[in-house]
């Protein structure tokens, strides 16, 4: 990141670029990883590469959501493991969630990557390699999850997850916190939670907004997951985009 001179008008997202490149060369990232940045990319590009504030009230209920919950699990693929390692350790540690490697395109060489990668960055223990549990409904390699990680949540972050996989989740009754740029996918609209933001600065806010809460009672945390409104949220992110990079939310 550090060749790149801080003042270039396009900073942010030529590091994000760095990081995807390295990811896919040290066996983290997936090819298709890239393309999924290309495809992110453009969206941040159209909501002016900032969190509105919709994603921002978003990322303050799945905070209370995730110090509510009994087995919080965070899913991390890769291109969260290469974009925010220690930002995402940072919040499994402030909300006592799990982590666990669980990958759309399965190799045991790149969950080891990715679980040695995490190690690297301070995380102590991560699940994902035992695989003795499933997502009912998918594809062998796609289902593999840990029985006592995202088989056993009751609250997932799957952050850049694929429809399918995210509407299965949903039918195991789990609260899911998806985190992507695109308003029009399938999986927010599939969320109970949906963060239409780059996980780059969604991460950390969510983390933020988690130290903020860490006193809050039960019943403040219970008021701020019930006045969420996910329909709402996708709907001033659309707007956002539909009026232009400065235009204001109401
Ligand atoms: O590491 P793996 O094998 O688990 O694979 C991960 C990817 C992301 C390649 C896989 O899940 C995939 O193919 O995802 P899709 O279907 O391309 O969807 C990725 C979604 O994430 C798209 O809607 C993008 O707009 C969005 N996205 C990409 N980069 C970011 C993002 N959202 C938030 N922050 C980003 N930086």
Not at 53 to 82: E, F, K, T, W
Not at 242 to 250: H, K, M, P, Q, S
Request: proline residues 5%; charged residues 25%; aromatic residues 2%.
């Amino acid at each position: 990141d550090s060749e790149i001179p801080r003042d270039h008008p396009r900073y942010a997202s030529l590091v994000t670029r760095h990081r995807i490149e390295a990811g896919v060369e040290r066996g983290i990232t997936s090819k298709q990883g890239l393309i999924a940045q290309g495809r992110g990319e453009a969206f941040d590009y159209l909501l002016g590469e900032r969190t509105l504030p919709s994603a921002d009230a978003a990322a303050r209920a799945a905070a209370a959501h995730l110090l509510s919950a009994n087995r919080p699990v965070i899913s991390v693929n890769g291109n969260v493991a290469a974009l925010v390692p220690e930002e995402t350790i940072a919040l499994a540690g402030v909300v006592g969630a799990d982590l666990e490697v669980n990958l759309f395109n399965r190799t045991e060489e790149r969950m080891e990557a990715i679980a040695d990668h995490l190690h690297a960055h301070g995380a102590t223990e991560i699940k994902g390699l035992t695989g003795d549990g499933e997502i009912p409904g998918l594809a062998h390699a796609r289902g593999t999850v840990d029985a006592d990680g995202i088989e056993s949540a009751d609250v997932v972050v799957v952050p850049l997850e694929d429809g399918d996989r995210a509407e299965a989740l949903a039918a195991m009754g789990k609260t899911e916190i998806v985190i992507d740029l695109n308003p029009g996918s399938r999986s927010p609209r599939t969320a109970d939670v949906p963060i239409i933001d780059n996980v780059l600065r969604a991460v950390p806010n969510m983390t933020a907004h988690a130290r903020e809460l860490a006193d809050a009672s039960p019943a403040e945390l219970q008021a701020i997951r019930e006045t969420f409104d996910p329909e709402a949220t996708l709907a001033a992110a659309e707007r956002a985009i539909r009026e232009g990079e400065f235009a204001d939310e109401e």
